[in-house]
């Protein structure tokens, strides 16, 4: 996506203050405004004795101008622990911001709430964006090093349109598995139930161009030293998507409109299985989950899919089918569509690292 030019905010810390207040919904705004889902990332890093740092970044829409503003705060038991100011890059073709946020020297464990805050410079109102229940936990022999595990992130996954130059299919996932980017991959499909030819994959953790996100924590004592690992996925499919291209170097999405079931295999396992349909212009239509849902935002071109992970769940270290169940990433309900039992319904059973 194209951007205009960005205008920054400095991360400034904030003193606490005592009660979290209620907020209106940014979903109740005129216009509304809301943040992209597929774009959540929340991070942790420990500061020894002062504690941790919640590190997060957003994509919102709905924005006035390059003066409107986002805040975070980290919230427990209804009191603020801490909050800060987040950086604002305003994109106008969009009208949206794009940013960092960070709060410091947090010390709780357990549940906690972070709460994203849109602030109008028009009107001085705020509205609250988006709130992530997050559950912080230590170990046992890890002194002062905090940790959470996103479990969650792995229930669904996104269909991208790339406007790169070249329409590349891309899929968006996350997995347990640090290194997939080394290894031989390709997506093995069908059509309406008829094989078609096996297409090459690219799979990075930068493929979104978002940077690598990782997410990883250790659990070290003096009987154990485990490292859990979510890795941010994008898996690049060599086809088209959209017209037919004259110079057809790639297959072409749109020679073969119908209902697809594509195996994402990785030397051989089947990583993935993402069932779509393709359209006669040679897109990607919603899954039926987004299709029902009440409200599930993604950017233009981007899409709800569905995704299998299969029972042996190849090459993951991790998987918590209770934690999948009850959210899809950072604490994000599942959307609200008579779909939804039957996503959770596939989920691949509990394995893996231990809690």
Not at 293 to 307: C, S, Y
């Amino acid at each position: 996506m194209r951007t205009s030019t960005i205008v920054l905010a400095a991360i400034i810390s904030l003193p606490a203050v005592v009660a979290a207040g209620p907020l209106p919904s940014g979903e109740t705004r005129e216009p509304p405004v809301f943040t992209v889902q597929p774009a959540d990332f929340i991070n942790l890093s420990n500061n020894g004795s002062a504690g941790y740092s919640i590190f997060n970044t957003y994509w919102m829409l709905g924005a006035g101008s390059a003066s409107d503003r986002v805040r975070v705060e980290a919230v427990q038991g209804g009191k603020v622990l801490a909050k800060s100011d987040c950086s604002a890059g305003w994109h106008e073709e969009v009208k949206g911001l794009r940013g960092e946020c960070r709060v410091e020297k947090l010390k709780a464990q357990g549940a906690i709430e972070l709460r994203l805050i849109f602030a109008d410079d028009a009107t001085d109102k705020e509205y609250l964006l988006k709130s992530y229940p997050l559950t912080i936990r230590t170990w046992k022999g890890n002194g002062d090093h905090y940790a959470y595990l996103p479990d969650d992130v792995l229930a669904l996954a996104y269909f991208h349109h790339a406007d790169d130059g070249y329409n590349t299919p891309i899929f968006d996932f996350w997995s347990t598995e640090q290194y997939l980017s080394s290894k031989t991959s390709g997506f093995r499909c069908t059509v309406d139930g008829k094989k078609i030819p096996d297409i090459e994959a690219s799979i990075s953790n930068d493929i979104l161009s978002k940077g690598n996100e990782l997410i990883q924590a250790r659990h070290l004592d003096g009987k154990t030293d485990v490292t859990y690992v979510y890795s941010h996925v994008g898996a690049a499919m060599r086809a088209s998507w959209g017209p037919s291209k004259e110079n057809k170097t790639y297959p072409q999405l749109i020679d073969n409109p119908g209902k697809w079931e594509c195996n994402l295999r990785v030397e051989g396992k089947v990583l993935r299985i993402f069932t779509f349909t393709v359209t006669k212009e040679g897109k990607v239509e919603p899954s039926e989950l987004q299709k029902t849902a009440k409200v599930w935002r993604t950017f233009p071109g981007q899409v709800l899919v569905d995704m299998k992970i299969p029972k042996d769940a190849a090459f993951e270290t991790r998987m918590r089918n209770d934690a999948m169940k009850k959210s899809v990433g950072f604490g994000t309900s599942w959307p609200d569509s008579p779909k939804a039992k039957d996503a959770q319904a596939a989920l691949p059973p509990t394995m893996g690292l231990p809690d």
